[in-house]
Each structure stands twice: as structure tokens, then as C-alpha cells.
């Protein structure tokens, strides 16, 4: 490896889930999410602008091999074994994917360690919606979306899903209700994102941050980069975590 070799790799536990992370900044901290197929050279080129903006980033290795680039072969390698695993929720309605347990344990690990308001969580993609279940505990008070794209929008009851449960998402409105606001970005024609903007709209209301862009694009912060993305991300990140 050579992208990650400044980054210092350990891993971390939780309710009997182990998974790598990759650590790299100072200041509030910042859990960052790659989608699939992993943790992709554009992946840790944007990790890399949040960690200069000041910022501690975690980055959870999920799936996938850290580095290698993005291409269809690797995507399809990759799908097949997320769609199978226990961790995730790809279909199901009114569910919230298990591994967010891990990933709420680790924001609470990182907010008592680093202090502050908080930290921040952004999820792309097939692990968007994983910062708005983030956001049920209290140590995450800066929740990004970038094309939130489970449960696979199959049908406009899962194209409208919030890969919540009922619990979370009443947990969910109560935060928003309270002040914690969401950041949510996408192409406003990439169909794998569905309608859930607009479910995100009627639950929460102004709490929902909505920004689309024109085109066919599909990830903002990476493959398909807006720079306008970029800056409101680090523009939300600074408002909520200093």
C-alpha cells in the first residue's frame, strides 16, 4: 500500500464485531464510510481533504481491498458477498443494517476520546443511510448522506425506505426535532438513491439539508465528484463540530 502508508492502521471491536479502521488527522473526529467496492483511491483522496480541512478521520475498512481503484470487475467481485452478509440489509424494509451497532459504538469511542460537540459520519452509497442510523446516538451530531442507496430501490416501497427501523427512525425525528440537522447529496436523476430525499423531507423537514445536482451522475464526493459537494460537506462538518 502506498495511498494509506500516513495512515495509521489498527482495528476495533464491538459486541463481538472486529473490523480494520485506517486513522490520519487531528482535531474533532470524523468517521468516514467508503462505498462499494471499498476504500478506493477517490475515497481516501476526499478522506485526505477532510483530514487537511482539521479533522481526525476514522475510516472503517468494511468490504473490498483497501486501494485498489474502482472498476466494474471489482464492483461486481464485491456485490455478491455484501448482498449475502449478515451485516448489511439490502432488501428488507423498516430494517436498520446490524452493522451500524459497530459503527454507533466507534463514534462513541472516538466523541469520548477526541471531545467536543461531537463527531461527524457520512456514508456513500450502499453505506449512505448508515450515518442517519449513526445519528440515533447522541455522540454523532453531524450526519452526511451521499447518494444513500439501500435498501435497493426495488419497487417504490424500498426506492422510499430509509433502512431504518421504527425505533430508529422515531429516534431519528426527536434529534432532528432537537437541532441535529442532516446533509444529504445526490445526482438528481441517479435512481439507485430512489425517493428517500423526498421520505428524509416529509419526516424531518428543514433538519434535512437537501443538495442534488444536475446529471447522471452517482457518487458526489468521489468517481463523480462535485466540488460544490466537497465544500458543503467541510462547510457542515466545521459549522456543527467546532
Known amino acids: ?32 464510510i467508503h462505498e462499494i467496492p471499498g476504500i478506493t483511491p477517490d475515497v481516501v483522496a476526499f478522506a485526505e481533504e477532510v483530514v487537511a480541512a482539521g479533522f481526525t478521520v476514522v475510516l472503517p475498512h468494511l468490504f473490498g481491498t483497501p486501494e485498489r481503484p474502482m472498476t466494474l470487475a471489482y464492483v461486481g467481485q464485491v456485490f455478491p458477498k455484501v448482498c449475502v452478509s449478515k451485516e448489511f440489509t439490502t432488501m428488507a424494509t423498516g430494517q436498520t443494517s446490524p452493522v451500524v451497532g459497530w ?9 469520548e476520546e477526541l471531545g467536543g460537540p461531537g463527531v ?9 443511510g448508515f450515518a442517519l442510523a449513526m445519528m440515533v446516538d447522541t455522540s454523532v451530531v453531524a450526519p452526511v448522506l451521499a447518494q444513500p442507496s439501500l435498501p435497493f430501490p426495488v419497487g417504490k416501497k424500498r426506492a422510499a425506505d430509509l433502512n ?19 446533509l444529504g447529496l445526490r445526482y438528481r436523476d441517479d435512481v439507485a438513491v430512489g425517493t428517500r430525499f423526498d421520505t428524509l423531507t416529509a419526516e424531518i423537514g428543514d433538519a434535512f439539508i437537501r443538495v442534488e445536482f444536475d446529471g447522471k451522475g452517482h457518487s458526489t464526493l468521489t468517481e463523480h465528484r462535485q466540488q460544490e459537494g466537497v465544500d458543503r ?6 459549522d456543527k463540530l467546532h
Not at 103 to 111: E, F, K, V
Not at 233 to 238: D, E, K, Q, R
Request: charged fraction near 15%; glycine fraction near 12%; charge should be positive.
Open 103 to 111: 459503527l454507533r459504538a466507534l463514534a462513541r469511542d472516538l466523541h
Open 164 to 182: 431504518l427501523s421504527p425505533a430508529d427512525l422515531a429516534d431519528v425525528r426527536a434529534r432532528a426535532a432537537g437541532g441535529c440537522q442532516v
Open 1 to 32: 500500500m502506498t495511498l494509506l502508508d500516513s495512515w495509521t492502521q489498527s482495528s476495533y471491536a464491538a459486541d463481538g464485531v472486529t473490523h480494520p479502521t485506517y486513522r490520519k488527522g487531528t482535531g474533532p473526529g470524523v468517521i468516514l
Open 120 to 128: 461527524g459520519a457520512l456514508g456513500m452509497c450502499f453505506t449512505g
Open 233 to 238: 460537506v467541510l462547510a457542515f462538518f466545521a
